[in-house]
């Protein structure tokens, strides 16, 4: 069966310092991957998402960057984060076509 | 297009009663849905889909309406237990794309 990791579950970094949040799926090979965010009480605002290795796609001009180095392998990263960059970090992957998402169990990222 | 900015609306139901929570979709080509609850502080779980080809589809407790000459979905949920209360979000996938819209999601309270 298919599994997906995501950590850490909770990180506090300050202002200005670098993030990595990692998330590796099992059990598939050449998953469609996805990074979203969700503030407190909102919705899913998608991130970036994965097709394949070295292959990224963005939808929202921002301070973070994904990287997709190993086919079940989707990285998140900042150089320098920012106060609003906090929130609730997702990962999911899919199959593509008329499958749903399986999502991770997120990471909660404060930048104090 | 995805409400990430918005409050999720709310709504309150009755501990036995049946819960129904709408959605309206925005693409008229898309031909998959999916219905997803989310838990507080958790990534969200996959409840039930539906392909357009279908009005109906019933799983355990829920079941899922689409009318397509509308554009609107819905969950119902029977006998609405205290375990319910969650986020729930509805998503459609149009049709030949790699990512699922979603919607604002709505926030189900169950009181005693």
């Known amino acids: 069966s298919q599994t997906i990791h995501q950590w850490p579950a909770t990180l506090v970094q300050p202002v200005g310092s670098p993030l990595s949040l990692e998330c590796t799926v099992e059990?598939?090979?050449?998953?469609?991957l996805y990074w979203y965010r969700q503030a407190a009480g909102r919705g899913l605002q998608l991130l970036f998402y994965s097709v394949g290795i070295g292959q990224i796609s963005s939808e929202v001009p921002q301070n973070l960057s994904a990287s997709r180095p190993q086919d079940r392998q989707f990285i998140l990263s900042s150089k320098k984060l920012l106060l609003s960059d906090s929130g609730f970090y997702l990962c999911?992957?899919?199959?593509?076509?008329?499958?749903?998402?399986?999502f991770g169990s997120g990471t909660r990222l404060t930048v104090v | 297009g995805e409400s990430v900015g918005l409050h999720l609306p709310t709504l309150s139901v009755q501990e036995g009663d049946n819960s129904i929570i709408n959605c309206a979709y925005s693409n008229s080509a898309s031909d998959y849905f999916i219905w997803y609850k989310q838990e507080s502080g958790k990534g969200p779980q996959f409840i039930i889909d539906?392909?357009?080809n279908m009005d109906k589809r019933q799983g355990q407790r829920v079941t899922v309406l689409l009318n397509k000459t509308v554009k609107h979905l819905s969950l119902q949920i029977a006998a609405t237990q205290p375990g319910d209360s969650a986020v729930y979000f509805c998503a459609e996938r149009p049709d030949s794309n790699y990512q699922l819209i979603w919607g604002a999601g709505t926030k189900l309270i169950i009181k005693p």
């Open positions: 059990g598939t090979s050449n998953p469609n």
């Open positions: 539906i392909r357009s």
């Open positions: 999911a992957w899919s199959r593509g076509g008329n499958y749903g998402y399986t």
